[in-house]
């Protein structure tokens, strides 16, 4: 029995729309309600965080967050040790705990595309004579600020001396009070003082040079007055700094092989001490408590994230970073390595579309 016109077309209809169907579920893209609320390991780590609320990595992880319709919970760890393994365990989605790029770390997670990078640094503290008129006491100091001061003395006087007695060959004559007197003795005087009040721009104009030679001689002369001054300060302000930096015995990380150095536990500043070049080594828990072991004097030296140590001794004077910053290293976030790739995906994206939209530098100057 043949089946009618109409009941063929019916037929037609239902199995176009089984197959619409199918091929939406098939289809489907990931449903980001699966992750909409997503558990975040942090750990104190300044700038990049302080708590559950504050800190570059947070505030970058929010508008990550935001912009792929998720909602971070954050839960707060003593280190990144404990946030690593908070990952592993399922605890957490996502470890964002200044976590640096290390190929031991690399085998149990995944790591994001790196947001922030830094290096490592070393901070001592300065003696009690360090700075002002205290730390210029020591014979030893005194004699090498003596000598930078001397030196500059001698060239100010060969220069006055030269100018001086050029100006006055040049403009000697007796045909006005401005003018230099034609005796050696009373125009070279005069030619002395001029010299001195055209080199530091005060000018005072009893004397002034007339003739076009003469006011060549007093333009190159204020030249140079202006260069020699800026040298003057620049040469000062770098003695006064190496005599600072000479109140530590600490310059480098070749000078800690026979320090007590404090490291943070966990933080990619133990790979310093494969080095063989620390000598005892005191881990702290939190970047708290390394501050705290340099500043009672339990350790001669830190190391740490050079970020990280300018934000903790900035209101501290008597402490300082000494040295360059070294072992470079990049901080990323961290997935579960089972079933985190659809975050770490999201995250790089992310990432990737915050730097190349601006937003990312807006942060970062926001923050440092």
């Given at each position: 029995m043949?089946m009618?016109a109409f009941a063929?077309?019916?037929r037609?209809?239902?199995?176009c729309?089984?197959?619409?169907?199918?091929?939406m579920?098939?289809?489907?893209?990931?449903?980001v309600?699966?992750?909409?609320?997503?558990?975040?390991?942090v750990?104190?780590f300044?700038?990049l965080?302080?708590?559950q609320?504050?800190?570059?990595?947070?505030?970058?992880?929010d508008?990550?967050?935001?912009g792929?319709?998720?909602?971070?919970?954050?839960?707060?760890?003593p280190?990144?040790?404990?946030?690593v393994?908070?990952?592993?365990?399922?605890e957490?989605d996502?470890?964002a705990a200044?976590?640096?790029l290390?190929p031991l770390?690399?085998?149990?997670v995944?790591?994001?595309?790196p947001?922030?990078?830094?290096?490592?640094?070393i901070a001592v503290?300065?003696t009690?004579?360090s700075?002002?008129?205290?730390?210029l006491?020591?014979i030893?100091?005194?004699?090498?600020l003596f000598?930078?001061?001397g030196?500059?003395?001698?060239?100010?006087?060969i220069?006055?001396s030269?100018?001086?007695?050029?100006?006055w060959l040049?403009e000697?004559n007796?045909q006005g009070e401005t003018?230099?007197?034609?005796s050696y003795?009373?125009g070279?005087?005069?030619?002395?003082w001029?010299?001195?009040v055209t080199?530091?721009?005060?000018g005072?104009?009893?004397k002034?040079?007339?003739?076009?030679?003469?006011?060549?001689?007093?333009a190159?002369w204020?030249?140079?007055?202006i260069v020699?001054?800026?040298s003057?300060t620049?040469t000062?302000s770098s003695?006064?700094t190496?005599i600072n930096?000479?109140?530590s015995?600490?310059?480098e990380?070749?000078?800690l092989?026979?320090?007590?150095?404090?490291i943070?536990s966990g933080?990619a500043?133990r790979?310093v001490?494969?080095y063989n070049?620390l000598g005892?080594?005191?881990?702290?828990?939190?970047a708290?408590?390394l501050?705290?072991l340099?500043?009672n004097?339990?350790?001669?030296?830190?190391?740490?994230d050079?970020a990280?140590?300018k934000?903790?001794i900035?209101d501290n004077p008597a402490a300082?970073?000494?040295?360059?910053v070294?072992a470079r290293?990049?901080?990323?976030m961290?997935v579960n390595q089972?079933?985190?790739h659809f975050l770490?995906?999201?995250?790089?994206?992310?990432?990737?579309?915050?730097?190349?939209?601006?937003a990312y530098?807006e942060?970062?100057?926001?923050w440092?």
């Amino acid at each position: 029995m043949q089946m009618s016109a109409f009941a063929q077309f019916k037929r037609r209809i239902i199995g176009c729309l089984l197959l619409l169907v199918m091929g939406m579920i098939l289809c489907r893209p990931f449903p980001v309600l699966a992750v909409h609320r997503v558990n975040v390991g942090v750990c104190p780590f300044p700038p990049l965080i302080f708590n559950q609320t504050r800190g570059f990595s947070i505030e970058l992880l929010d508008r990550i967050c935001t912009g792929n319709k998720l909602e971070p919970v954050y839960r707060q760890y003593p280190n990144q040790e404990s946030v690593v393994q908070a990952v592993l365990d399922g605890e957490c989605d996502i470890g964002a705990a200044g976590i640096a790029l290390h190929p031991l770390i690399e085998r149990k997670v995944n790591y994001s595309l790196p947001h922030f990078e830094s290096g490592l640094a070393i901070a001592v503290m300065k003696t009690n004579n360090s700075s002002g008129i205290a730390g210029l006491m020591s014979i030893g100091k005194l004699a090498y600020l003596f000598e930078v001061l001397g030196i500059t003395l001698v060239f100010f006087m060969i220069g006055v001396s030269v100018i001086a007695h050029i100006i006055w060959l040049v403009e000697r004559n007796d045909q006005g009070e401005t003018s230099f007197a034609k005796s050696y003795r009373k125009g070279v005087v005069d030619a002395y003082w001029w010299a001195i009040v055209t080199m530091t721009t005060v000018g005072y104009g009893d004397k002034t040079p007339a003739r076009p030679v003469g006011k060549l001689v007093a333009a190159v002369w204020m030249i140079i007055g202006i260069v020699w001054f800026a040298s003057l300060t620049a040469t000062l302000s770098s003695a006064f700094t190496m005599i600072n930096l000479e109140s530590s015995s600490v310059r480098e990380l070749s000078d800690l092989t026979d320090k007590r150095v404090g490291i943070l536990s966990g933080s990619a500043g133990r790979m310093v001490h494969l080095y063989n070049y620390l000598g005892e080594v005191v881990y702290a828990a939190t970047a708290g408590d390394l501050e705290n072991l340099l500043m009672n004097g339990k350790v001669e030296a830190v190391i740490h994230d050079v970020a990280t140590l300018k934000y903790l001794i900035k209101d501290n004077p008597a402490a300082q970073i000494v040295g360059q910053v070294f072992a470079r290293q990049q901080y990323a976030m961290i997935v579960n390595q089972e079933n985190g790739h659809f975050l770490e995906e999201v995250i790089n994206t992310s990432l990737l579309e915050i730097k190349h939209s601006g937003a990312y530098q807006e942060l970062y100057d926001q923050w440092f």
